[in-house]
């Protein structure tokens, strides 16, 4: 079973390789827009849409697509679009709870079979005064909500209910789950 993961995402990456898949990295050139409201639907058509383009590809793979966003009081947090965007992300999420959503699909085009799923995981953010904001706003500009809780130097998640692996980007239990559905053919 070829096995492909359609993101350059380091963190997605590192995880797959760390439950002992071989795989591919062949990166979706899809633009990042749904019209799904929910942030469930939003993550889940995402992945969907990625693993999709590279399965258009590769039809006798199973390809993974991937999406990560932060919601927070009310409003769906994606990637800042630059470091005054992410110091805004930052000033909502601080002292804050917010919702990681990651949504995941894995699919073979050949033997049409689509699977897709998400995880939720709590992060309750520190407070932290303006200026460590304004420091951290231009550190993690590539990631959902401005923060990235597996950097060593990022002290601005205190404290996660659920997953880690799902606020890294790749909820590896659903992915489990998932792929013993292609194992078992």
Same mark, same amino acid.
């Given at each position: 079973?070829?096995?492909? $993961? ?12 760390? $439950? ?25 058509? $995402? ?14 793979? /199973? /390809? ?25 992300? $930052? ?76 606020? /890294? ?17």
């Amino acid at each position: 079973m070829r096995l492909i $993961l359609a993101s350059s995402s380091p963190r997605r990456q590192a995880i797959l390789k760390r $439950l002992g898949y071989k795989f591919d990295v062949i990166t979706a050139g899809v633009k990042e827009t749904t019209l799904k409201k929910r942030p469930s639907g939003k993550v889940m058509d $995402l992945a969907l849409k990625k693993a999709f383009s590279v399965a258009a590809l590769y039809p006798d793979a /199973v /390809v993974i697509g991937g999406d990560t966003l932060v919601y927070c009081k009310g409003e769906v947090l994606g990637k800042p679009k630059d470091k005054k965007d992410a110091l805004r992300l $930052l000033k909502k999420e601080n002292g804050s709870w917010q919702s990681v959503y990651s949504g995941l699909a894995v699919i073979c085009k050949n033997k049409n079979k689509i699977l897709r799923g998400y995880d939720i995981t709590r992060c309750k953010a520190r407070h932290l005064d303006n200026k460590t904001l304004l420091e951290l706003s231009g550190k993690h500009l590539d990631k959902a909500g401005a923060y990235a809780m597996q950097d060593k130097d990022d002290m601005f998640i205190e404290r996660c209910e659920g997953s880690q692996d799902n606020v /890294v980007g790749f909820p590896s239990e659903l992915f489990l789950e998932m792929i013993k559905e292609f194992e078992n053919d």
